[in-house]
């Protein structure tokens, strides 16, 4: 045997290794891409439901009557309390969607934007249709809709 001849073994297995080490590395790389995607995906439906789901909760929790508001463009859920005296109402406005508990009668002029935000969304629409008060959301391009309770 030669001493510092060219050995095409020692090359090849060289060779194999780079390959190993770039598609391991390629792989991380999709692995990683894929995973991104599935979080966003995640984060987005959670957004949505929990803004849904929060809407419900609030129309079924309240002791007095629920009806849609229109005011200034804007259209609001109002939730007046038994009594009448107070009265939350929640709206979309400039991508947020918002709450706002005080006097009842005042509207959206009233609330003057002192409304807490609850979600950042990018649509949302209340709307009656076949005697059901539905909240339609979007979020990430994807529609999600629910039924809140029968129209007032």
Known sequence: MRRGSFSAGGL???LVYGLFALFSLLLVVIGAGVYRGVVETGRQNTEARASLFYLANQVRMCPGEAKLLEEGGLTALALRDAGGGNETLIWYEDGVLR???GP??????????????IAALEDFCLEE???LLTARVRVGGQAYSMALCAAA
């Open 12 to 14: 090849l297995m060289f």
């Open 99 to 101: 709450e706002y508990y």
């Open 104 to 117: 009842a009668g005042g509207g959206l002029s009233g609330a003057g934007g002192m409304g807490e935000e």
């Open 129 to 131: 249709a076949g005697g």
